[in-house]
């Protein structure tokens, strides 16, 4: 007897899971240049990177011809001021500019969402990254303020997850947008050029 089978509708690939595949490498490269809070100084060294890796992304998604919220219906949490709380918290000096890196283009909601799976997801690692700043004495009222922050709301990235999973992306373009992104914090880290 045969059987007649009928073809199943194409498998719908998680774009998390793409996402997560297609950065893995940069997404490794950038953690290993943030060292373990061991001392105050490598805590200092990952502040300024931080700060210049905020100010790029806060300066270019508040500054764009459409809200973003408007654009993929979800908004970043900003974070300089906190960052520069905690700089002055630590006496570590405003740092002018990090190694050079191309543009953060965002023309698109598969480019944004690409963008704030890299953002979304630096609030996750800020969880781990906050109990190495509670060891080293710092908190939410001196030198981690962001990092209080980022760690505040367990529903984000659920909440971005089911967001980016409803979307309508091309997630090819959403990947090159994560790993350039990537690649900005990366050069922000790294320190001055």
Wanted: aromatic share 8%; charged share 20%.
């Amino acid at each position: 007897m045969n059987t007649h089978i009928t073809p199943s509708s194409p498998v719908k690939i998680s774009h998390r899971f793409a996402l997560r595949d297609g950065t893995a490498k940069s997404h490794e490269q950038l953690d290993d240049s943030i060292a373990k809070f061991a001392t105050l100084d490598l805590y200092r060294r990952y502040l300024a990177g931080q700060y210049l890796f905020r100010k790029c992304i806060e300066e270019h998604f508040t500054g764009g011809e459409k809200p973003l919220d408007e654009t993929c219906n979800w908004s970043p949490l900003t974070l300089l001021d906190a960052i520069r709380s905690d700089m002055v918290d630590l006496n570590v000096a405003e740092p002018t500019q990090g190694r050079s890196t191309a543009p953060l283009a965002t023309p698109d909601k598969s480019s944004l969402l690409g963008s704030l799976y890299v953002i979304e997801g630096s609030n996750m690692g800020a969880r781990m990254l906050y109990r190495d700043a509670l060891a080293l004495g710092l908190g939410a009222e001196y030198g981690a303020s962001h990092l209080t922050l980022q760690s505040a709301n367990k529903n984000r990235w659920p909440d971005f997850l089911a967001l980016l999973e409803q979307s309508d992306i091309d997630i090819s373009v959403a990947i090159t947008s994560a790993n350039h992104l990537f690649s900005i914090a990366y050069n922000a880290f790294a320190g001055p050029k």
